[in-house]
């Protein structure tokens, strides 16, 4: 899985302005949607986005435009350690062992993954799903993650309509 990932350089990011190492392994993985404003980063319409979400071109600059809002917000980088698209192309944000900005209070000892896209009625695509819990076997085989490590989400971090598969799928846990 690791050499599947698409690398920092590959979609341009610019370097950090500081990173912070992880002291151990995450025990949490923090799960987040881009969002319905995803494309207007861009300043793409809503049909243009759709478009936009099944190629991996403008998904880079998708990935690119949330790092720049990041540092706009006064992140240090982008908020998560990694991000997946429709098409379950795994970005590399902040990657593993490097303490991210998204969870104020328990970024220390989680990861953050964004899923690029709107959620809240629509389910995400089987590839994505498939592409989180390889990521996750990864991490643990990896011993970036803890074996016992727990998803949180809640419908306003993932979309309702993701938080309701992922709470009746059997491959990933969720603790509420």
């Known amino acids: 899985l690791a050499d599947s990932i ?24 923090f799960l987040w949607q881009t969002g319905p404003d995803t494309c207007s980063l861009m300043g793409l319409t809503a049909d243009k986005c759709q478009g936009c979400l099944q190629d991996s071109s403008c998904t880079e600059q998708i990935v690119k435009a949330l790092q720049d809002a990041d540092f706009k917000e006064g992140n240090d980088d982008i908020k998560y350690n990694f991000l997946i698209d429709q098409d379950g192309v795994i970005y590399e944000g902040r990657g593993w062992g490097v303490v991210g900005q998204h969870t104020k209070g328990r970024d220390s000892h989680s990861i953050g993954v964004a899923v690029i896209g709107d959620f809240g009625k629509k389910e995400p695509s089987q590839a994505l799903q498939d592409a989180l ?12 993650l803890s074996s016992g490590a727990r998803l949180r989400t809640t419908p306003a971090m993932s979309g309702q309509a993701f938080y309701d598969m992922l709470d009746r799928c059997d491959g990933l846990c969720l603790d509420d």
Request: glycine share 6%; net charge positive; hydrophobic share 40%.
């Open 133 to 144: 819990s390889k990521l996750i076997i990864c991490g643990q085989a990896a011993e970036e």
């Open 6 to 29: 698409v690398p920092r350089q590959q979609w341009a990011a610019i370097e950090p302005r500081r990173q912070i190492k992880m002291n151990g392994r995450a025990d949490e993985i």
